[in-house]
């Protein structure tokens, strides 16, 4: 474990995968040695109620940030969610990090980021550069799909008997955020793990969207779902048509697509490697999925 005074924060903490990352940490790690980055006072202060310090570090304001690292030793850079300004968003964070003296930088980034095809890969290649250049030890943490990714496919699919989409038989090694949460918290909180170290972190048990929507049928008590696969331009179109941004069903789309070609695959394990058991499985998390809903 790392050295019981050092403090290890996280941006974008209030967000889906930030949370969980906390979550995880406080199973290891004192409450008072973490610090949730977060935007505003009203997301802070469900951490305030679990001993968590919080700060606000507006990626758009970077006098905010400087502060918000001070007394920093470990830094989970979760990637924004604005896809128009993230480069220079993740570039002012790192800069910030290194002036307040932070010493590691684990990045989120996309599977095999430097060969992905994915239209999104190229803002986490400019982040993984620019990590590299900043001369800070660094860990990055190339996650794979979230299984999550299709659960908005759920609801319409019950509906409808169809899941869509344009990935024809491409094998997806997706899990569930919490098992990445995971990953992110062992890294973050272990001495024993190389700096400068790359992690493709993936699912065990890869599917296709024709097993997905099998699997989905199974979880739902045998309702009939079907896969139906269509070029990726009607496939954008239909996302636009149920109301998707543009920018939205374009990603979704070119995601998909590309995934027809293995792009979202991986076999090597890394990430039950670093939590120490197996991923969720698919059915596992599309009946957790249909009990909440």
């Known amino acids: 474990m790392s050295d019981n005074q050092s403090r290890i924060a996280l941006t974008g903490a209030s967000g889906q995968l930030g949370r969980l990352v906390v979550a995880e940490l406080l199973k290891t790690v004192a409450a008072d040695r973490i610090v949730a980055l977060v935007r505003s006072e009203a997301a802070g202060a469900s951490f305030a109620s679990q001993g968590v310090d919080w700060r606000i570090a507006d990626y758009d304001r970077p006098d905010t940030l400087a502060a918000a690292l001070a007394g920093i030793d470990r830094l989970l850079l979760i990637s924004s969610n604005d896809l128009a300004h993230r480069i220079g968003q993740h570039a002012a964070v790192i800069a910030a990090a290194k002036a307040a003296g932070v010493s590691f930088i684990a990045y989120t980034s996309v599977l095999h980021a430097d060969v992905s095809p994915l239209g999104l890969a190229a803002d986490h290649r400019a ?38 989409g344009s990935s024809g038989e491409g094998r997806i090694s997706a899990a569930p955020r919490a098992d990445y949460a995971a990953a992110a918290a062992v890294v973050l909180t272990s001495d024993s793990l190389p700096a400068s170290q790359v992690f493709e972190l993936a699912g065990d048990n890869a599917f296709t969207l024709p097993e997905f929507a099998a699997a989905l049928s199974r979880a739902s008590g045998d309702k009939p779902v079907k896969y139906m696969d269509m070029p990726q331009a009607e496939y954008k179109a239909a996302l636009l048509g149920v109301g998707l941004p543009e920018p939205i069903a374009e990603l979704v789309s070119d995601s998909s697509a590309a995934a027809a070609d293995d792009v979202l695959f991986d076999d090597g394990q890394a990430l039950s490697g670093l939590i120490g058991r197996k991923t969720t499985p698919l059915d596992e998390s599309l009946s957790a999925a249909l009990a909440a809903a």
């Open 127 to 164: 982040t993984e550069l620019a990590l590299r250049e900043s001369g800070l030890a660094y860990a990055l943490l190339r996650n794979g799909w979230y299984t999550e990714n299709y659960f908005g496919a759920i609801a319409p699919a019950l509906a409808h008997g169809v899941v869509l």
